[in-house]
């Protein structure tokens, strides 16, 4: 056929590439940067059972059902499962990660504002999952 | 030539610099942790800007062939397929 060129399809198919491209390595760089562990955070040990939450710093202290951080700091959460499995999340500071008996899982964030947020689990896990909650205790920096 | 590097121009603002100085930014020391409430929703964003690019794009091909193709379409020609009974 006289006239017909091919130009547009190749562009279109150019566009959507790119596009996919772009998909890919914002969400890449996302991943990689709210992956990265921050030298010197804290680990906390998250342990979830039916159905509440227990915490153990790296001091040994131990919480139940609340957990007391300080603004400023990071923390790493290696999160364990005695039973099922559950999901640790803290709403407010977008943290959610999986707690898979047999396994460590890991997710760290670093509280910017003293306050007090809601801890839920978020994986059904039982009768009373609706009520596996805790409270995140943030605190002003004791030193 | 000009459009070419207007292009380039365009796409280092809007892309390649805002990446590169995320790259650097990913914080080791206290004060300067990086808060993945920004990262994650400024991806949310984005991802939403590429979705509506993306069904803007599609959407408006299919409406724009439809248009254009059409048997009404005042350049409208059979194609050897059709025969030429038009």
């Known amino acids: ?143 | 030539m000009k459009g070419i590097l207007g292009l380039f121009l365009a796409l280092a603002i809007l892309v390649i610099i805002p990446a590169v100085d995320l790259a650097f930014a990913a914080g080791d020391e206290p004060g300067e942790y990086l808060d993945r409430r920004v990262i994650i929703w400024n991806l949310f964003f984005r991802m939403m800007t590429i979705a509506f690019v993306v069904g803007a794009v599609v959407s408006g091909t299919i409406i724009w062939q439809v248009w254009r193709f059409r048997e009404s379409h005042p350049k409208a020609k059979p194609t050897p397929y059709e025969g030429t009974d038009w």
């Open chain 1, 1 to 143: 056929m006289s006239g017909h060129s091919n130009w547009p399809e190749w562009i279109y198919v150019a566009v959507v590439i790119a596009l996919m491209c772009w998909v890919g390595a914002e969400a890449w760089n996302a991943e990689r940067l709210v992956e990265h562990v921050p030298e010197g955070a804290e680990i906390i040990k998250v342990t979830g059972q039916q159905w509440f939450w227990t915490f153990e710093h790296e001091d040994g202290t131990k919480e139940i059902g609340e957990l007391h951080v300080e603004v400023g700091k990071a923390y790493k959460f290696e999160i364990h499962s005695k039973d099922v499995i559950h999901s640790f999340n803290i709403h407010d500071y977008v943290v959610l990660m999986d707690a898979v008996p047999g396994r460590v899982t890991t997710v760290w964030f670093a509280p910017t504002d003293a306050g007090t947020h809601d801890i839920q689990c978020r994986e059904y896990c039982g009768l009373i999952h609706y009520n596996m909650r805790g409270t995140l205790i943030v605190e002003d920096p004791s030193t």
